[in-house]
């Protein structure tokens, strides 16, 4: 049900997480929802993922189900739509996968390393921060996109929070396994940390005021206070850098690699802003920043 009221109020606004897309190469074919250009024609070493995945004709991703401008499950047609649904979508085109041929599983925040550690998934797209504590089970490609921690609040601010500071005494929501929950747990210890799977959830606890607050990335909040005008709001202070990267298993460094290829190839030729404009940008009403250099390490 929650998946189903973000979904339909993000539709009163317009939003459309479906659009145009700039041009590919000649070697591409534009599919019917005219967002991402699959290459028709396309070769790699053996072995590889890479060429596993192209053969295979599909692959499986992680993404979030419930994250508006990211990854939130369209009711309608069951499968996830956002940025980094896009991001995914991107780069299954360069293997030569369709949209249609892409298997997506819900991936929340405290079982993605599990889901790439067992092979459960190829890769993973949700919001996921790059940190040296994941880089030791996983390998990351990107970063595609930096976000910054927040806090939402019910609408009118009531009880006057500012920023991380004046979490002490309050009852603070977020996801168990995120980066942000650490970081209150760890940073702010004076804050009752509430912790559930999903943020939905925490959406939901501060409408019926069982937590007094909501942390997690800036980009994520937005959407969700874009689904309840009414009965949220943003602080607007941000106070971390959360680098999101795109998860493998650990050791795949041609893949890795790949991966990054693709996403400077869609920052010089247009499609990683489009895709921003036409999921997170539409939520927000921010224009496409810059993108963040990937990191070959």
């Known amino acids: 049900?929650?998946?189903?009221?973000?979904?339909?109020?993000?539709?009163?606004?317009?939003?459309?997480?479906?659009?145009?897309?700039?041009?590919?190469?000649?070697?591409?074919?534009?599919?019917?929802?005219?967002?991402?250009?699959?290459?028709?024609?396309?070769?790699?070493?053996?072995?590889?993922?890479?060429?596993?995945?192209?053969?295979?004709?599909?692959?499986?991703?992680?993404?979030?189900?419930?994250?508006?401008?990211?990854?939130?499950?369209?009711?309608?047609?069951?499968?996830?739509?956002?940025?980094?649904?896009?991001?995914a979508k991107?780069?299954?085109?360069?293997?030569?996968?369709?949209?249609?041929?892409?298997?997506?599983?819900?991936?929340?925040?405290?079982?993605?390393?599990?889901?790439?550690?067992?092979?459960?998934?190829?890769?993973?797209?949700?919001?996921?921060?790059?940190?040296?504590?994941?880089?030791?089970?996983?390998?990351?490609?990107?970063?595609?996109?930096e976000a910054g921690q927040d806090i939402m609040v019910a609408k009118g601010n009531p009880l006057g929070i500012k920023g991380p500071e004046d979490l002490a005494g309050k009852r603070v929501c977020s996801v168990e396994g995120s980066t942000p929950a650490e970081n209150i747990r760890t940073k702010y210890p004076q804050a009752q940390l509430i912790l559930?799977?999903?943020?939905?959830?925490?959406?939901?606890?501060?409408?019926?005021?069982?937590?007094?607050?909501?942390?997690t990335d800036n980009v994520i909040l937005t959407g969700l206070v874009a689904g309840n005008p009414e009965g949220f709001e943003l602080v607007g202070n941000p106070f971390t850098k959360e680098p999101y990267g795109i998860g493998v298993p650990k050791g795949d460094d041609a893949f890795r690699n790949f991966i990054n290829d693709t996403l400077e190839e869609a920052y010089a030729d247009g499609d990683w802003a489009a895709a921003w404009d036409r999921t997170a940008g539409a939520i927000s009403g921010q224009k496409a920043p810059e993108p963040p250099a990937v990191d070959r390490y």
């Open 90 to 145: 991107l780069i299954a085109a360069k293997l030569g996968i369709a949209p249609d041929k892409i298997q997506w599983k819900e991936t929340v925040s405290a079982n993605r390393e599990p889901f790439l550690m067992n092979g459960q998934v190829d890769m993973v797209v949700a919001t996921y921060t790059i940190n040296d504590d994941r880089k030791q089970k996983i390998d990351f490609a990107g970063p595609y996109y």
């Open 1 to 87: 049900m929650r998946f189903t009221r973000y979904a339909a109020a993000l539709a009163a606004f317009g939003v459309v997480l479906a659009g145009c897309s700039s041009e590919a190469g000649n070697q591409a074919e534009k599919q019917a929802d005219n967002t991402v250009a699959v290459e028709t024609e396309t070769s790699f070493e053996a072995g590889t993922t890479m060429a596993k995945l192209s053969e295979a004709g599909t692959m499986t991703v992680g993404t979030k189900f419930d994250q508006p401008g990211f990854g939130l499950l369209n009711p309608n047609t069951q499968a996830p739509e956002g940025f980094d649904v896009e991001i």
């Open 196 to 215: 559930f799977d999903v943020y939905s959830k925490c959406a939901d606890a501060l409408t019926n005021g069982q937590v007094d607050a909501v942390t």
